[in-house]
């Protein structure tokens, strides 16, 4: 079991620049495909970004291509977003996801396919 924590959440100015970072629990952080998903007020979660275990492998969803970078240090047990060029339509919880998978090279778009999941990072983004 793992458990998940975001921060870097916050408030910025349109066209800034933020960075989350989940810090996992536990020592098999390595096992886990990790993934960033999102939930703005009145909409459903929708996923943003996904990551392999080792990293090797990403994927962005097309809403964030160019801008949102997944990136994972698996010796500090930590998955990070970083958030470039922010618009208002960000504004949103961001929550990290976790998936045991013994597929390294195997990354998830789909909220269903994750086991774990953070207790999400408001991230307010002002016109």
């Known amino acids: 079991q793992v458990q998940l924590a975001e921060s870097g959440g916050g408030l910025v100015q349109a066209g800034g620049s933020l960075r989350l970072s989940c810090a996992a629990s536990?020592?098999?952080?390595?096992?886990?495909?990790m993934g960033w998903f999102r939930q703005a007020p009145g909409k459903e979660r929708e996923f943003v970004a996904a990551?392999?275990?080792?990293?090797?492998?990403?994927d962005h969803a097309d809403s964030v291509k160019g801008r949102f970078t997944i990136s994972r240090d698996n010796a500090k047990s930590t998955v990070y977003l970083q958030m470039h060029n922010l618009k208002p339509e960000d504004t949103a919880v961001y929550y990290c996801?976790?998936?045991?998978?013994?597929?390294?090279?195997?990354?998830?778009?789909?909220?269903?396919?994750?086991?774990?999941w953070g207790q999400g990072t408001q991230v307010t983004v002002s016109s």
């Open positions: 996801a976790a998936d045991r998978t013994y597929s390294s090279g195997s990354y998830y778009s789909t909220e269903g396919d994750y086991d774990y």
């Open positions: 990551i392999s275990r080792s990293g090797g492998r990403t």
């Open positions: 536990g020592r098999t952080f390595s096992s886990y495909a």
